[in-house]
């Protein structure tokens, strides 16, 4: 079975806000770390029923970026 994983990088500020958010994965035909200004994340735990999400946007997303985001 082949393996492939994702990094993320949040960087906080004094307030623990994302200020820079960037990511790479090990089967990407990109080079270098790319950057995000936000990212979604949902996890089901189909044994114990749950989920964890994450939403996370950097201080600079415009509000009409996040209505194409969403």
């Known amino acids: 079975m082949k393996q492939s994983s994702i990094q ?3 960087s906080l500020d004094d307030q623990k806000i994302p200020e820079a958010i960037s990511w790479n994965a090990s089967d990407s035909s ?3 770390t790319r950057k995000a ?3 979604l994340l949902s996890l089901w735990d189909g044994e114990e029923k749950t989920a964890l999400r ?4 950097t201080k600079d ?3 009409d970026e996040m209505e194409d985001f969403f």
């Open 30 to 32: 990109a080079e270098n």
């Open 54 to 57: 994450i939403d996370l946007w």
């Open 8 to 10: 993320i990088q949040v």
């Open 37 to 39: 200004k936000a990212f």
């Open 61 to 63: 997303m415009m509000v």
